[in-house]
């Protein structure tokens, strides 16, 4: 019952991210905001993540999950509840700053929960599930929040989420507190980036901050370029959720694929499928054909995520599971950090075009560079079962 937990919690608080985020990016631009305003805005979610992503994973290990997956909910109501009550662009920002820690205690804990109720056997079909959650939470989100906010409001739908929100905080009760039986020895930032020394956990985080990174622009800069070509709310939450329905697909025949061509091949695929979509997004308008990309965006996302979160956790020190899960957090939201500022200022500077094919080349160069490293973790094939 615990996993089940797990996964209803996940697709709630997805559902609410993903109802969101691009509601948030529309909702600026209504409200005057520059492209690079924009890029700051989206990068807000992500600066105190960064600072305190392995803080939260260390907490996890200490005083169990159930606290901080409590905590991490309501802290994600209370930020939607201030653009809900005031609508400017500060709102905005307090509100993404907010969400953005929220988040990071999340998903460490409901990761390390994962890992800690699962075995060396079905571990990899967990996170798969886990996986399969957070692509449901991909494909209800943006369709909800594009109608909500097409015929209401962008206020209403941040008080849809903060109703979502209510069973999973319910559900969040009956997590239980399990503290690891090693005992804990307090460590410094230092030695939590020295964990970075493992050549196959570097490779895995560099991957999954590529492919998350990615999904972060489409979301932050997507709805913005699809308003330029005069597609309504609606129609841009179909074309982002068209990732979730990819993500779903791909999570069935996940296991198939790396066993038969191995993590090192999935991951790098991954990269470059994200990489295509955004290298050809802006030669269309077309809604069906965004869509396509989109599509191959999220089968990118399908199988990158879920293998470098599975890794991760196989080669962390069992008793800093929970930190190495923040380490691999921190990295994801550095790089979730720096992009939006990065292409906000290109944006700015040369259009909401550039946004799309600079971000290209960044992914694409990744995976050359990934597919020139040797030591990828291919003996810890997934599970076929």
Not at 148 to 176: G, T
Request: hydrophobic content about 50%; overall charge positive; some cysteine.
């Amino acid at each position: 019952m615990i996993f089940w937990f797990v996964m209803v919690i996940t697709f709630g608080f997805q559902t609410i991210l993903n109802l969101t985020r691009p509601v948030i990016s529309l909702n600026a631009n209504e409200l005057g905001a520059s492209t690079f305003e924009i890029g700051l805005l989206t990068a807000a979610f992500a600066f105190l993540p960064l600072i305190f992503a392995i803080q939260a994973g260390k907490i996890a290990d200490k005083i169990g999950d159930r606290l901080p997956i409590l905590c991490g909910l309501i802290g994600m109501s209370v930020g939607l509840a201030v653009p809900f009550f005031y609508q400017n662009i500060w709102a905005l920002f307090a509100s993404q700053f907010i969400v953005g820690i929220s988040n990071v205690f999340l998903v460490v804990s409901l990761q390390n929960i994962l890992g800690q109720i699962s075995t060396a056997e079905n571990r990899d079909q967990y996170y798969s599930m886990f996986g399969m959650a957070v692509a449901l939470g991909v494909l209800v989100g943006p369709v909800l929040g594009g109608y909500i906010s097409e015929h209401y409001s962008y206020a209403f739908v941040y008080l849809v989420s903060i109703l979502i929100s209510v069973i999973p905080v319910f559900l969040s009760f009956l997590i239980p507190v399990i503290i690891k039986k090693d005992k804990l020895v307090k460590r410094s930032l230092l030695s939590s980036i020295g964990l970075l020394k493992n050549p196959i956990l570097k490779q895995a985080l560099i991957s999954s901050a590529l492919v998350l990174y990615s999904r972060d622009i489409f979301i932050a800069y997507f709805p913005l370029f699809a308003k330029e070509n005069g597609i309504t709310d609606s129609t841009i939450g179909w074309i982002i959720s068209v990732q979730g329905i990819a993500m779903m697909i791909i999570r069935f025949i996940l296991p198939k694929i790396s066993n038969a061509f191995g993590q090192k091949k999935v991951l790098i695929l991954s990269i470059v499928l994200a990489g295509f979509s955004f290298l050809f997004m802006p030669f269309t308008g077309h809604p069906i054909l965004l869509g396509m990309l989109s599509f191959m965006m999220g089968v990118g996302l399908g199988c990158g995520q879920p293998i470098s979160m599975s890794i991760t956790y196989s080669v962390s020190p069992k008793s800093r599971t929970g930190e190495v899960l923040g380490l691999r957090l921190s990295t994801n939201r550095l790089s979730q950090l720096i992009a939006p500022i990065l292409f906000g200022i290109i944006g700015s500077w040369m259009g909401i075009l550039s946004v799309f094919l600079v971000s290209s080349m960044f992914l694409l160069g990744g995976s050359a560079y990934l597919s020139t490293s040797k030591k990828i973790l291919e003996q810890n094939k997934y599970n076929s079962s």
